[in-house]
């Protein structure tokens, strides 16, 4: 699969990364159950596919998810690279807390480092910046444990670029990890641009908006979901929204026809058309879904074809700005 350095980093990405919100079982932004076995699975027959760098962090699942990393490492000849975060921690309801106080940030490192069992972290991202007041102490924090070569490059999630400037002031900022699909493009704003002019890695995640652009979601699939699926509340999958969302993939469908892929490549593909794009983050619950999707990394669109869905990404807006 195709790699590209991650900003100024000596990181060699693959194009698609591996995701793991998805498998880390019950929690405030869960997806519903998982078994643990396939959620291993998923993560053995990922890296099988070629993907070099498993995306995490310690909230997902309350720390279970770092936990199943830590046991599919131990079951594979791979060596990937690992990305995961701080910021979040949660209380017995496994509800989320925003904390960025440095005390925390240094314990999180270790916890992480634990559960991954692993003695060095890649990347090393902030998760959110909530509290804003506290992001540049949480960052120093960060920096002094990339002193202590506890962790190689540090990097940001769900920042904006006045958000990046600041800790830029205290530490190189390696990475921002922004939320990027067909239907979320904020982040062609402002953030892609400063990015590629600061030599910034962007690793986007949600490129199939949590499953929306697979082409395999339905009024009957939403009724489907587990109760405690965060995607129950989201407003993209609630009217107006989720119709015209539909619409889109059905308009999307002949694109994919022509080229023998599926609707998941096709999303994943047009996120990394972008320059600025160093790679996409994939989630995978099976091992099918990552055969299918790490196949993305390896497709580029063409002009036309972008143009085309252009259109069809236009007429979506309209229609749901009446």
């Known amino acids: ?23 880390g079982g019950p929690w405030q932004f ?6 643990d076995n396939e959620a291993i699975a998923a993560i053995l027959a990922g890296l099988d596919e070629g993907i070099n760098w498993i995306d995490t962090a310690a909230v997902y699942g309350c720390g279970h998810s770092e936990e199943l990393v830590g046991k599919a490492l131990k079951q594979t000849g791979h060596k990937p690279l690992i990305a995961t975060k701080c910021g979040l ?24 480092l634990k559960r991954l069992d692993i003695d060095v972290i890649d990347l090393y991202q902030m998760h959110w910046p909530e509290p804003d007041s506290d992001i540049e102490e949480a960052f120093e924090a960060m920096a002094q444990l ?4 506890k962790v190689k490059y540090l990097g940001v999630s769900n920042f904006n670029v006045d958000q990046i400037k600041r800790v830029q002031k205290i530490a190189p ?15 062609e704003d402002d953030l892609l641009g400063f990015c590629g002019q600061n030599d910034i890695g962007v690793v986007a995640y949600s490129p199939m908006q949590r499953g929306l652009l697979t082409g395999k979601f ?10 405690d699926d965060h995607r129950r509340k989201s407003s993209d999958f609630l009217e107006p929204a989720f119709s015209a969302t539909l619409e889109l993939v059905e308009g999307l469908r002949p694109i994919t026809e022509r ?13 990394l058309r972008r320059s600025e794009v160093t790679a996409a983050i994939v989630g995978a619950r099976k ?3 990552i055969k299918e999707t790490a196949q993305a990394g390896d497709w580029s669109l063409t002009k036309d074809e972008i143009e085309e869905i252009e259109t069809l990404l236009t007429k979506r807006q309209e229609k749901l700005n009446g």
């Open 218 to 227: 339905s009024q009957k699939r939403f009724a489907s979901l587990a109760p």
């Open 173 to 187: 900022v390696a990475s921002l990890q922004p939320p990027y699909s067909m239907i979320r493009r904020q982040v």
């Open 259 to 271: 080229n023998g892929k599926t609707l998941a490549q096709l999303s994943i593909s047009w996120v």
């Open 1 to 23: 699969m195709e790699t590209r350095k991650l900003g100024f980093t000596d990181l060699e990405l693959t194009r698609v990364g591996l995701g793991t919100w998805a498998i």
């Open 287 to 289: 091992s099918e879904q």
């Open 146 to 149: 990339q002193e202590k070569g």
């Open 30 to 35: 869960g997806w519903g159950p998982q078994d």
């Open 89 to 112: 921690l949660w209380n017995n309801n496994r509800e989320k807390i925003d904390c960025l106080k440095k005390d925390s940030v240094l314990k999180e490192c270790d916890d992480s």
